[in-house]
């Protein structure tokens, strides 16, 4: 769940065009496992492995100014 500013439709969470949610992208797009980006969520592949889905999660969390929690399915 992103934070109530970047939640927002207008803003277009992290498709922003905000500098600190383009370099999000760019590191999120460097794991391996990571299939595509919507304004609010981030598609894994099936078969990503546990510790990487951690990996992502713990980067997400630290991201506070953008990121509220952290769900996965």
């Not at 970047?6 to 498709?15: I, Q, T, V």
């Not at 600190?20 to 391996?32: A, D, N, S």
């Not at 496992?33 to 992502?56: G, Q």
Request: avoid cysteine; proline fraction near 4%; charge should be positive.
């Amino acid at each position: 769940m992103l934070q109530a500013e970047w939640g927002r439709a207008d803003s277009h969470g992290l498709l922003a065009g905000d500098p600190r949610v383009r370099t999000l992208r760019k590191v999120l797009v460097t794991y391996p496992a990571v299939r595509y980006i919507l304004p609010d969520r981030i598609s894994l592949e099936a078969t990503v492995d546990a510790r990487t889905v951690e990996s992502v999660i713990t980067f997400l969390q630290r991201q506070h100014w953008l990121v509220k929690s952290v769900t996965t399915e």
